[in-house]
C-alpha cells in the first residue's frame, strides 16, 4: 500500500524526536489539519507571547524546519534565530498561515486514523494500546480540540516552534539573502524573474505579507499593439514595454517613498487604470523581463524563480486552460526563453529558487 504523504511526516517525527507520545502524535495529527488558527484569536497576545519566546530561545544548528503534511509544518525558532532571520518575519507568515483546511475535521480523523494504523505497525515509539488509551481520553474531554505537549516530549525535545504552511518554505532562502544586505538609505529593490508558471508572482504576494513589500508586476508593461512589430518581438526581452517602466517607475524605485504607475489591460489592449504602490522599504519587481538590461542595474537582490518545463506547461494548463497553454509552448515560453539564454538572466542572479 503507497504510503501517504502525512504517514511519511509522521514516521519522519518520530525519528527525529524518539520522546514522541500517543498525546504529542495527537497534537500533530491536529496541527497537520487545523495549522496554528487557535493561538491567533487574540493577535496582540499571541505577538506578545511569540516575542517572549523567541528571546530566550538559543541560536541552535537543528533543521529549519519540520513538514507535518503536504500543506504545514513547524517551523524551529532557534534554527530560525540561527540563520539570523528577523523574528517579526516569522511572525507574520505564522499569521499568513493561519487558515485552516477546508475539511479540517475530516482530514483531522484521518490522520488518527492513519497513526493509530502505524502505531499498530510497530511504526511509533508506543504501543497501540497506549494510543488508544489517550484517544479515548482526548474524546471524552471533547472532539477537534488543541492540545499540549506532553510532559516528556517537553523535557526530552524541548520544542518551540511555529506552524506555518509548506508554501512559504520555498522562501526561506530567499528570506536569508534579503536579511542579509546591507543597510541603505531608502528603499532594498529585489526583482523576481524567472519563467512562466514559476510561481513569482505568489512570491511577490508572499513577500508582500511578511516583510511588508511593496510590489510592482511587469505584468501591467505588457506591449501595447503600437509597438507589436515582428521586429519588436524579433529582439531578446522585447515582449516588454520597458520603455514606459523607465519612465513610471525606474525613477522611484530605491526611494523610500510612495509611488503610481499605469496598467496595461490585456482584455482592453490600453492602458486602464493606476496601480499604486504603497512607501515601504523592501519593492519587490515581480516578472519575467524584469532584469532587462534596459532597465538598468537598478536593483540590490536579483532573484529567478525556476521550474521543471514539464511541470510549467502542467501547470499553466491548470491555470489558463489547454488552448492557453498551446500558445503559451509555441509564442510566449520561447520569447522568455531567448531572453533568458540571451542576457543570462539565470545565471546572473544573486539566488535562484
Not at 173 to 190: C, D, R
Not at 204 to 225: G, K, N
Request: glycine share 4%; hydrophobic share 40%; charged share 20%.
Amino acid at each position: 500500500m503507497k504510503i501517504t504523504e502525512f504517514e511519511t511526516c509522521l514516521l519522519q517525527q518520530a525519528a527525529l524526536h524518539p520522546a514522541l507520545q500517543p498525546q504529542d502524535t495527537v497534537k500533530l495529527c491536529y496541527q497537520a489539519a487545523f495549522g496554528g488558527e487557535h493561538l491567533l484569536k487574540d493577535l496582540p497576545a499571541a505577538e506578545t507571547y511569540f516575542r517572549q519566546e523567541f528571546s530566550v530561545v538559543p541560536k541552535s544548528k537543528e533543521v529549519l524546519f519540520e513538514p507535518l503534511s503536504a500543506d504545514v509544518c513547524r517551523i524551529n525558532l532557534a534554527a530560525w534565530k540561527a540563520h539570523a532571520l528577523p523574528p517579526e518575519w516569522l511572525f507574520q507568515i505564522f499569521r499568513c498561515s493561519s487558515v485552516s483546511h477546508p475539511k479540517a475535521e475530516t482530514l483531522f480523523e484521518q490522520n488518527l486514523s492513519a497513526a493509530k494504523a502505524l502505531a499498530a505497525a510497530g511504526n511509533l515509539p508506543f504501543s497501540p494500546a497506549d494510543f488508544e488509551q489517550y484517544l479515548k481520553q482526548y474524546r471524552a474531554a471533547g472532539p477537534c480540540r488543541p492540545i499540549h505537549h506532553s510532559e516528556i516530549y517537553r523535557q526530552a525535545e524541548h520544542p518551540a516552534y511555529r506552524v506555518a504552511g509548506r508554501p512559504f518554505v520555498r522562501l526561506f532562502p530567499l528570506l536569508e539573502k534579503i536579511a542579509a544586505l546591507p543597510p541603505k538609505t531608502g528603499a532594498q529593490v529585489i526583482t523576481l524573474d524567472g519563467r512562466s508558471a514559476s510561481g513569482k508572482t505568489t512570491a511577490a504576494a508572499q513577500l508582500e505579507s511578511v516583510i511588508c513589500a511593496a510590489a510592482i508586476h511587469m505584468d501591467d508593461f505588457f506591449l501595447p499593439p503600437s509597438l507589436r512589430t515582428e521586429k519588436r518581438f524579433a529582439e531578446p526581452g522585447g515582449n516588454v514595454h520597458y520603455e514606459r517602466f523607465c519612465q513610471e517607475v525606474l525613477p522611484h524605485l530605491g526611494k523610500d517613498s510612495a509611488f503610481s504607475y499605469q496598467i496595461f489591460d490585456c482584455g482592453k489592449m490600453a492602458l486602464s487604470g493606476m496601480r499604486q504602490v504603497p512607501k515601504s522599504h523592501w519593492q519587490i519587481v515581480e516578472g519575467a523581463y524584469s532584469c532587462h538590461p534596459a532597465l538598468g542595474k537598478y536593483a540590490d537582490l536579483r532573484a529567478f524563480s525556476d521550474i521543471d518545463p514539464q511541470k510549467q506547461l502542467q501547470r499553466i494548463c491548470r491555470r489558463n486552460g489547454a488552448e492557453s497553454a498551446k500558445v503559451f509552448a509555441s509564442r510566449w515560453i520561447p520569447l522568455e526563453e531567448r531572453y533568458f539564454s540571451a542576457f543570462h538572466i539565470r545565471e546572473a542572479a544573486d539566488i535562484v529558487f
